[in-house]
């Protein structure tokens, strides 16, 4: 099985994280928050989202899917986390 991403998906992902982070600034902003926390959620928010998403694609995926063929155990990871 190919994890590799292709650039659409990396596109699709800079697409979601951007909007993301636009409207969580606009929400920041409406709830008057300060500077910091502009400066160290959304950075950290993003990187992490991004670092499971990239471990459940290239690890977790084809662990369950492909070597085990346990279809169940990846939709209780999939429903429940």
């Known amino acids: 099985m190919n994890t590799k991403l ?10 979601v994280y951007g909007t993301t982070v636009i409207l969580g600034c606009y929400d920041y902003y409406k709830e008057d928050n300060k500077l910091i926390e502009y400066l160290v959620d959304f950075p950290t928010d993003t990187i992490l989202s991004i670092v ?30």
């Open 52 to 81: 499971i998403i990239l471990v459940f694609i290239q690890k977790i995926v084809p662990s369950f899917l492909v070597d085990k063929k346990t279809t169940f155990c990846f939709l209780f990871l999939a429903l429940y986390y």
């Open 6 to 15: 292709n650039k659409s998906d990396w596109i699709i992902l800079a697409i």
